[in-house]
């Protein structure tokens, strides 16, 4: 068992999953050598070998085409988009291929690739490294989008999301890749995909969010608590697709409901959350569902990147909200 953090979480399934199948490649910009841009693959190329771990060209269409070649013929490539706002030019490849290769091939071919990608702001990034953009890739159907919120989450849903016949794209929060430590045993146990974690059980309100939002939401949890508001806490992890019946069960038990993201906020994850629990759970309902997001403008500069992110002030406000209605 060892203790820590979210990048060496990565690092650590990805290792376990080159050791115990041969089938398993790792490939992207400097990922060998250098074991990329925040060292989740330090180490891996000197353990096993250039022909496990593919330092490639500054092309991620190609890297996209390479990996769903390889896919297809029986390999199992983990490739990185050393951020996701790099990820553009890999877009046509994983829309119009590696997700239709199963309903291309009428189940003849699946596509078992991994694309993992550094996501989100908070780490005073300039332009094109602080987006979160899980909604474009969560309307697609065929991929599954997997996001860990903690290190033992990102070792068991990495582990998962190889393991998967078919394509997942696993976005990483490299605001919490070194926020904190947690035990992780290194038993190559997966995660279940398509399922939410209860993180914190509570009965006034259902609190739901993803990612690095997570860390906000506990805190702001911790807060009520404080103030006699027991907050229920559910970390979706796979926001493709969604795992409604948990999120319904608990909004059953609370009848009241607020979504964090980080994402801007029209046309979201959180928006088909809330949509959700407006078309089926509407009479679970004692108030109306609350969204506390990012805004529909391009994440600013530094200087700014606090005020666009949900803070726990903001959490906080729209809780009262939600609370006051009756």
Known sequence: MANITLVEAVSLALAYELEHDNDVVVLGEDVGINGGVFRATSGLA?????????????????????????????MKPVAEAQFMGFIFPMVEHIVCHAARFRNRTRGRLSCPLVIR????????????????????????????????SSPSRAYGLLLAAIRDPDPVLFLEP?????????????????????????????????????????????????????????????????????????????????????IIQEAAKSCSVGSEIAANLAEHGL????????????????????????????????????VDEVMEVS
């Open 46 to 74: 000197e353990k096993f070998g250039e022909e496990r771990v593919i330092d490639t060209p500054l092309a991620e269409a190609m890297i996209a085409g390479m990996t769903i070649g390889m896919a297809t013929q029986g």
């Open 117 to 148: 990608a550094p996501f989100g702001g908070g780490i005073h990034a300039p332009e094109h490294h602080s987006e979160s953009v899980e909604a474009i890739f969560a309307h697609i159907p065929g991929i599954r989008v997997v996001i860990p």
């Open 174 to 258: 490299k605001r919490i890749y070194r926020l904190h430590k947690e035990e992780v045993i290194d038993d190559g146990e997966e995660l279940p995909l398509d399922m939410c974690f209860e993180l914190r059980e509570g009965t006034d309100i259902t609190l739901v969010t993803w990612g690095s939002m997570v860390k906000e939401t506990l805190e702001a949890a911790d807060k009520l608590a404080e103030r006699g508001i027991s907050a229920e806490v559910i970390d979706v992890a796979t926001v493709s697709p969604i795992d409604m019946d948990t999120i319904q069960e608990s909004v059953k038990k609370t009848g009241r409901c607020v």
């Open 283 to 318: 009479y679970s309902l004692m108030a109306p569902v609350k969204r506390v997001t990012g805004y529909d403008t391009i994440m600013p500069l530094f200087k700014l990147e606090k005020k666009y992110m949900p803070s726990v002030e903001r959490i906080l406000k729209a």
